[in-house]
């Protein structure tokens, strides 16, 4: 049978980033794709213009829409945009037999904020103890760690205090490291190391939705943990190397 993968996140209509990245993710990957819209955005690769976030009842309705029919074998949360939405998906998310993973998108890489501070919180307190994996950037880690997170050794340090929160694993990303782009994840009690070459230029809009997507995606096929996140990882790299070089600002990667 075909692996189904949920994505429930906001719409980037330039195709780079949130569901439209989840998607592409999700095909070249081999499974079937599903996508509940939380929020639109009006932007391209050069700016954020503008956010709608929608009816937190509409995208509780949507997420049972799919459970009823075709419920799928792991899901991801990107943008969510407001306290209700999250608290929507935390509620639904209890009747979740399948792993759930949070990429916790609080801006995107222009700076636009994608949840509000009440938001953040509901976040904290009830989406993360739900989360199979968190997957923050440094900025997020750090957030919620609640301390600096620009090194290996406190990357280490904020995944095991963002453990506390009550996700089962936690990936803190070094995207945007200084030099390598080194991933630590933690995992019942211990640290796993992913390390990929940097890359130079721009073309990364929607690095970090398409991360989380590929290991959603290798999570619906029953790949335990460190095995989807090393060829998540694996692609990811690979679609920043072979990114088409569209767009005039930071363009999007190569999902194919
Ligand atoms: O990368 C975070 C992100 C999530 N969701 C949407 C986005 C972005 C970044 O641009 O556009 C819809």
Redesign the pocket.
């Known amino acids: 049978v075909i692996p189904v993968a949920l994505s429930i996140?906001?719409?980037?209509p330039s195709g780079g980033?949130?569901?439209q990245a989840d998607l592409k993710t999700f095909h070249r990957l081999e499974a079937y794709g599903e996508a509940v819209v939380t929020?639109i955005?009006v932007?391209n690769t050069l700016t954020?213009d503008r956010t709608v976030v929608l009816d937190a009842s509409l995208v509780r309705e949507q997420i049972a829409a799919v459970l009823a029919d075709i419920p799928p074998g792991a899901a991801k949360t990107?943008?969510l945009g407001n306290a209700q939405v999250v608290e929507a998906i935390a509620d639904i998310a209890a009747q979740f037999d399948f792993p759930l993973v949070v990429d916790p998108?609080l801006f995107?890489?222009?700076g636009t904020a994608?949840l509000d501070a009440e938001g953040r919180m509901m976040l904290v307190e009830r989406l993360l103890p739900k989360a199979f994996l968190v997957m923050p950037n440094l900025a997020e880690a750090a957030d919620l760690a609640g301390f600096p997170v620009g090194t290996v050794p406190e990357m280490r340090l904020a995944a095991e205090a963002i453990a506390k929160l009550g996700p089962q694993n936690v990936l803190v990303k070094g995207g945007h490291l200084p030099g390598e782009a080194v991933d630590i994840l933690f995992c019942e009690g211990r640290f796993y190391e992913f390390a990929a070459g940097r890359i130079r230029g721009k073309q990364t809009?929607?690095t970090?939705?398409t991360y989380s997507a590929a290991v959603t995606a290798e999570l619906a096929k029953k790949r335990p943990i460190y095995d989807a996140v090393a060829r998540a990882k694996t692609f990811v790299t690979r679609a920043i190397q072979w990114a088409p070089g569209l767009g005039k600002g930071a363009g999007p990667l190569n999902h194919f």
């Open positions: 996140a906001g719409s980037d980033a949130g569901i929020l955005t932007q954020v990107g943008a998108v995107s890489s222009k994608f809009h929607g970090g939705c």
